[in-house]
């Protein structure tokens, strides 16, 4: 990166209500767009980045609910946050519950500018403790993602990632 190249990033936390329902999260997501788009169009941003599970809410009850609640990498939440990033020429990180044909994992997939996936990357590390119950729903993922946004790469980590220096080990020698 240059030092005359600047990198502007909308880091957002937002309320994520209760859901039980495809209808409830699909509601929560236009309501969060809508919310984004207008922090957007006062200050535009190169990257969205969105939290864990952006898309649902952390919860036993929504967990119990994931064979509605999760999506494939091409569900409501791509579709939601092309939208938001074909609109705003930006890209958007953003967080989920993925269903597989056989498991459900946490999620982040980056949508560029132009609405295409750029990919995804599954947590590695689940979270068992506290109100934490990650394990008795979700599977670990297995590999890294890497993009680049105005010259930067970028790799996203999800929460209790962070506590194992390794990742960010090999993402510095083995994918620059």
Not at 5 to 28: G, S, V
Not at 47 to 54: H, K, N, Q, R
Not at 99 to 117: Q, R
Not at 145 to 164: H, N, Q, S, W
Request: net charge negative.
């Amino acid at each position: 990166m240059t030092s005359d190249t600047n990198l502007r990033l909308l880091a957002c936390q937002i309320d994520i209500p209760p859901m039980t329902t495809a209808a409830e999260r699909d509601q929560h997501l236009a309501q969060s767009a809508r919310k984004v788009e207008a922090q957007l169009s006062k200050a535009p941003a190169d990257i969205v980045v969105l939290p864990e599970l952006s898309s649902i809410d952390y919860s036993r009850a929504a967990f119990a609910c994931l064979d509605v609640l999760a999506e494939p990498l091409d569900g409501a939440s791509f579709e939601c946050w092309r939208k938001v990033a074909q609109q705003h020429k930006t890209f958007v990180s953003y967080s989920f519950a993925r269903k597989t044909d056989d498991a459900y994992f946490i999620s982040i997939a980056v949508v560029n500018p132009e609405g295409d996936l750029v990919g995804h990357f599954d947590k590695l590390h689940l979270a068992q403790y506290g109100a934490s119950m990650e394990k008795e729903y979700f599977s670990r993922g297995d590999g890294l993602m890497t993009f680049e946004v105005k010259g930067c790469k970028l790799a996203p980590f999800i929460c209790y990632d962070i506590r194992f220096p390794e990742l960010s080990r090999a993402l510095v020698l083995d994918h620059g």
